[in-house]
């Protein structure tokens, strides 16, 4: 292939006269769960239908019932959602150049199929696998490249209707050009040409009756007047082919923008089909995977956007508003973007921290029942939530790593084990004075009125200078104690979201545990 680069990535805008809505489609095939890949071009594909006031379809390339995966469209139907890509014409809305599921449109392909036939384009062919298997053979051994020999292009009628009448199964073969080359265009990377002897005779319809996906990409997308196509680069090479089936229909192709793959964290190697474990650490690669992990639609709306696209230099976070009058399939960049974590990770804080308190708690709601076991009504009707959702806002960059910092305010007392021995020691004290600590916090905790934290944390202090001891080696015994943790949220608004009557049952376990650790070790001394 040859390729000149026409479109500069970030040109000036102003030279841009207001584009016309676009029809644009996103072709997923139910082959497997949504990738983060996939989800860009959605995005993408979603970005520009917005920007230019046109239509967003989601059509179903189902084509191939072998490669099926029972529960990936509804997957692919989540993914999309979740983003909040909501589309215009679809399998489960319909719309006016339905049904949008190609399986279901089967005699389209056939009719299509067979005029190209008629027009001298395309023709039946009867070989049988075992035939092509024994082609592809002999041209190995030749060390040539192996493909279809067009042995039935060149068949008479008389010898078509003798093996139509014996009833052989067949397949319809595009009759390449053999002679000549063929350019297609690509928005980010200018025209390609091709030499045409270099394509095959690709199978259209199978003979399963259904097309493959050459044919039926086409199709639709001529009859659902689809503007652009927006679609992986992976595609990039069979384009040529596609081109051809246009100008043999006499169709007008539509704008063709084969997007860079996503290269994964170290910018090497694709980013793989499944989750990718990288010092010990699991990276989700799939939709669904972030979803688990507590990413919010918001954040990954803004990354994506970011994957390839760029809103301004300066500017990594902004609106979907700004994204939807800004983008412009034209400032794509047509080399490929490393994924990166990391920055994922840290606009996933930002939005987190953007929130409202009442808006952070009911999205942690799922994370918090299916990682505590407590169901989501109980939660949302549990005051502790209320308090506790401030303390960590600042905390987590994950609406997954909630749990793990608030779990100790939804067990009973009895759950929380003091098995490390460091645990309820303060810093620099030894267990004897640790227990005395525990003691004269206690007396405080059953007392203040009100149980808030500042009046707690004030008590707290006055006490530990009265002992002689720094406030936060008096602190850190009630921390173990409480959460059974070395860390968590602030201490005192901990005690407070806790309540008296919790609090102060865990630090008369913590002061029972130490006085048994003491007994256990005068008794062997
Ligand atoms: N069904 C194709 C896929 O899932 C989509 C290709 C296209 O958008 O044309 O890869």
Redesign the pocket.
């Known amino acids: 292939m040859t390729q000149e680069t026409e479109a500069s990535p970030n040109r000036p805008r102003k030279d841009r006269s207001p584009e016309p809505p676009a029809r644009v489609?996103?072709?997923?095939?139910p082959?497997g769960y949504l990738h983060l890949g996939?989800l860009r071009?959605a995005l993408f594909d979603w970005l520009w239908a917005r920007h230019t006031g046109g239509q967003f379809i989601l059509r179903v390339?189902d084509t191939d019932r072998r490669r099926y995966v029972p529960g990936s469209l509804e997957d692919a139907m989540q993914g999309l959602k979740w983003l909040g890509l909501e589309w215009d014409e679809g399998p489960d809305i319909g719309g006016p150049y339905g049904p949008y599921v190609q399986s279901q449109r089967r005699a389209i392909y056939q009719e299509y199929a067979e005029k190209l036939i008629q027009l001298g384009y395309a023709y039946r062919c009867y070989c049988t696998p075992e035939r092509l298997e024994q082609v592809r053979e002999e041209q190995r051994r030749r060390g040539e490249k192996p493909g279809y020999d067009r042995h039935c292009r060149t068949l008479s009628p008389e010898e078509r209707a003798r093996l139509e009448a014996e009833g052989l199964p067949s397949v319809v073969r595009f009759a390449v050009p053999l002679e000549g080359s063929t350019t297609f265009h690509d928005l980010l990377r200018g025209p390609i040409t091709v030499q045409n002897r270099e394509l095959q005779d690709m199978v259209l319809l199978k003979s399963d009756g259904l097309p493959t996906?050459h044919l039926a990409?086409v199709v639709d997308d001529h009859l659902m007047k689809i503007t652009h196509?927006?679609?992986?680069q992976e595609?990039l090479a069979t384009a040529p082919l596609h081109q051809l089936i246009y100008q043999a229909f006499g169709w007008e192709p539509p704008v063709f923008v084969h997007l860079p793959v996503i290269l994964d964290p170290s910018g090497k190697g694709k980013m793989s089909k499944r989750k990718k474990v990288v010092d010990g650490k699991e990276y989700p690669t799939l939709v669904r995977d972030f979803i688990q992990a507590g990413y919010l639609p918001e954040a990954m709306f803004n990354y994506l956007a970011t994957l390839g696209w760029s809103y301004a230099a300066e500017q990594e976070i902004f609106t979907r508003e700004e994204a939807i009058q800004r983008f412009d399939l034209r400032d794509i960049n047509p080399s490929p973007a490393a994924m990166n974590y990391e920055k994922l990770e840290w606009m996933n804080g930002v939005y987190i921290r953007e929130l409202s308190p009442q808006e952070l708690k009911e999205r942690l709601i799922p994370y918090l029942s299916r990682d505590l076991g407590i169901d989501e009504e109980t939660l949302r009707q549990d005051p502790r939530l209320d308090k506790l959702v401030p303390l960590i806002q600042e905390r987590i960059k994950r609406l997954s790593e909630a749990g793990q910092w608030i779990d100790w305010a939804f067990v009973e007392a009895e759950a929380i084990t003091y098995t490390d021995p460091k645990l309820l020691l303060g810093r620099k004290l030894d267990a004897a004075q640790s227990l005395a600590v525990l003691q004269a916090g206690l007396a405080i905790l059953e007392r203040i009125e009100p149980f808030e934290h500042q009046a707690i944390q004030d008590a707290f202090r006055a006490k530990a200078e009265e002992m002689g001891i720094k406030a936060g080696s008096f602190f850190g015994p009630f921390r173990g104690a409480i959460t059974g943790k070395k860390v968590s949220p602030p201490l005192f608004e901990s005690m407070e979201a806790l309540g008296r009557e919790e609090v102060v049952k865990r630090v008369r376990r913590a002061i029972a545990f130490l006085e048994e650790q003491l007994q256990a070790a005068s008794e062997q001394a």
């Open positions: 489609r996103f072709a997923p095939s082959t996939g071009t390339e996906y990409v196509v927006l679609r992986g595609w």
